[in-house]
């Protein structure tokens, strides 16, 4: 069983280290939980938070990972969810949930090829493709990012492969392109973390979005946290009743008819941000079925501008979006890093496609 399960079923999005695998769980499985951890606490036992009984019992895992676990469900005492500052009592039923069966995973070395922006002694700047998994997870053991991180750091002591997110700092979504930043040691990591913990790092991303803006650039507010209705979900809760604060600026790039390039830059980075904060203020990612942008939502009824549309869908077979620019502090010289990298064919040919039906409007 892997010690650091909490990862896997909280979203503690304030560290910028999870990956959404328990997001592309399927559907059959989506409202299923596992036994992960049991105890009975001892005939002695004195009263005692229950955040304090598993910190004591569980190693690599945090106070406030378990407070988290347990204020969203997953930790129960004789059967019935308990909030963080429950109180055990002795002999009682202790038992710490998953999202999925545990599994004990290794992480598997694979020579898969990397498309490296930038490399040297504390860090590595890779350009991810769509369609890549960032680390091992449900239903994705092998192929992912980390898997072939772990294969180019074979010979680097220092890069830690009993941690099943060796080098990570922050993630971007499997179908979602663009760059990401490893640490190769676990100060660079530790240094690398507190910048994007602190939002003092810059994330830039280029989305191809439905409709058209009234403004120019524009803010969007709204706490993120799991959907109530569909676990596989991120949702906007703008009261700030739910989830945690999410901020996200755009900016119109182009205007394409029906459709809008923008650019998004990030002040936090909670999972699925940008799609959910777009589909929240009605401009969903174009081609994200998740959040409603796989379906025409603009534009005529022809059927020629229908099968236009299905065209768009095959070059650009996934959500349109493209983590475009990023900027950070090197953990050890201090010195201020800003790396770009362009857009990749299929969003290039997606946006050439709307350039060219705009241009000519007889569809």
């Not at 592309?24 to 606490?41: G, I, M, T």
Request: with cysteine; proline share 6%; charged share 25%.
């Amino acid at each position: 069983m892997q010690d650091n399960f909490f990862e896997e079923i909280v979203d503690p999005e304030d560290l910028d280290i999870i990956e959404e695998d328990i997001l592309e769980v399927s559907d059959d499985s989506e409202n299923k939980l596992y036994e992960q951890y049991r105890f009975v606490a001892d005939a002695g036992q004195t009263l005692l938070r229950i955040d304090k009984f598993l910190v004591c019992r569980i190693t690599k895992v945090s106070r406030s990972r378990i407070q988290a676990a347990a204020d969203a469900g997953f930790v129960l005492v004789n059967g019935l969810p308990v909030k963080s500052n429950f109180r055990v009592k002795p002999l009682d039923v202790v038992t710490v949930m998953v999202t999925r069966p545990p599994v004990d995973t290794e992480l598997i070395p694979e020579d898969i090829p990397l498309n490296i922006v930038y490399e040297d002694s504390d860090l590595l700047v890779v350009n991810k493709p769509a369609g890549m998994v960032v680390h091992p997870g449900h239903g994705n053991y092998t192929g992912t990012l980390v898997n072939g991180l772990a294969w180019h750091f074979k010979e680097n002591t220092q890069f830690a492969t009993d941690d099943p997110r060796p080098g990570l700092v922050h993630r971007i979504d499997k179908n979602t392109s663009g760059l990401l930043v490893i640490a190769k040691n676990p100060q660079a990591k530790t240094h690398l973390g507190w910048q994007f913990f602190h939002k003092t790092s810059q994330r830039k991303y280029t989305a191809l979005v439905w409709g058209s803006f009234e403004d120019e650039t524009g803010t969007i507010e709204g706490n993120i946290g799991r959907d109530p209705k569909n676990r596989l979900m991120m949702s906007v809760f703008p009261d700030g009743d739910q989830g945690r604060p999410a901020v996200t600026h755009y900016k119109v790039l182009e205007r394409l008819g029906y459709v809008t390039l923008v650019e998004c830059q990030l002040e936090t980075g909670r999972t699925h941000q940008i799609r959910a904060h777009m589909k929240h203020i009605g401009h969903p990612l174009f081609n994200d079925e998740r959040y409603g942008g796989g379906e025409i939502l603009k534009g005529t009824t022809f059927t020629k501008y229908k099968q236009f549309v299905k065209n768009c869908f095959d070059i650009c077979p996934r959500q349109a979006l493209h983590a475009r620019t990023l900027g950070f502090n090197h953990p050890v010289t201090g010195e201020a890093l800003v790396f770009e990298c362009p857009l990749p064919e299929d969003m290039q040919l997606l946006i050439e496609k709307w350039r060219g039906y705009i241009s000519y409007r007889d569809i």
